[in-house]
């Protein structure tokens, strides 16, 4: 299997091909200091964030549902790490015409120089870009050419200049928040299986 930053790729199972629900949530780790007599606060941005998501896959029968449950047990709890996407999101809002790639090595922050793509609104606020195996959320708007994206979560590994910025069936690299994996048989002879994740970080 293949590695990612020294952890195992643990592929998800094909089917179902997306899960019942997934909520997601953006943390970001903001301290705040108040004052316990004018009630100012003094904040402190530590510019570390992140997702988490909670997944529940829908009602599946036995035979479909050992593959999910073959796929918990060989994560080996949070050790072993997967890609996960937002599945009504696998085209931008934008034309996403052209290819967009990376304009420039040994970039950090929240901000992203790109270059390509074409036309007014290639990418729109809240369209997904990957690179590499991470997955960020684009705040802005990019018309194409050359220009600085907004994005979040700040850049995990400085990308190399000219490294392309997917825009389509994106996704990013997840763990398992806890090693404890569960699941559910009801009445009706169905598995219940659900998760939660935060990103591989």
């Known amino acids: 299997m293949s590695t990612f930053n020294g952890r195992t790729i643990v592929p998800m199972p094909a089917t179902p091909a997306a899960p019942a629900t997934i909520e997601f949530s953006a943390?970001?780790?903001?301290?705040?200091?108040?004052?316990?007599?004018?009630?100012?606060?003094?904040?402190?941005?530590?510019?570390?964030?992140?997702?988490e998501a909670t997944v529940?896959?829908?009602?599946?029968?036995?035979?479909?549902?050992?593959?999910?449950?073959?796929?918990l047990m060989a994560l080996r709890g949070i050790a072993g790490v997967f890609q996960l996407g937002d599945p009504l999101a696998a085209t931008p809002q934008g034309t996403g015409a052209g290819a967009i790639v990376v304009s420039g090595a040994a970039q950090t922050g929240r901000t992203l120089a790109v270059s390509g793509g074409s036309g007014a609104g290639c990418l729109l606020p809240g369209d997904w870009i990957q690179i590499g195996f991470r997955l960020y959320r684009n705040l802005g708007t990019y018309d194409g050419g050359s220009d600085t994206l907004d994005i979040w979560p700040e850049i995990r590994e400085s990308p190399a200049d000219g490294a392309p910025v997917i825009v389509t069936n994106t996704q990013g690299m997840f763990c398992l928040k806890s090693n404890q994996r569960k699941w559910s048989i009801s009445e009706a002879r169905h598995y219940g299986i659900s998760f939660e994740v935060r990103e591989a970080i």
């Open 56 to 71: 529940s896959m829908p009602p599946m029968l036995h035979s479909v549902a050992q593959a999910w449950i073959a796929w």
């Open 27 to 51: 943390i970001d780790s903001v301290a705040a200091s108040q004052s316990p007599f004018t009630g100012q606060q003094q904040i402190q941005d530590w510019q570390g964030s992140w997702l």
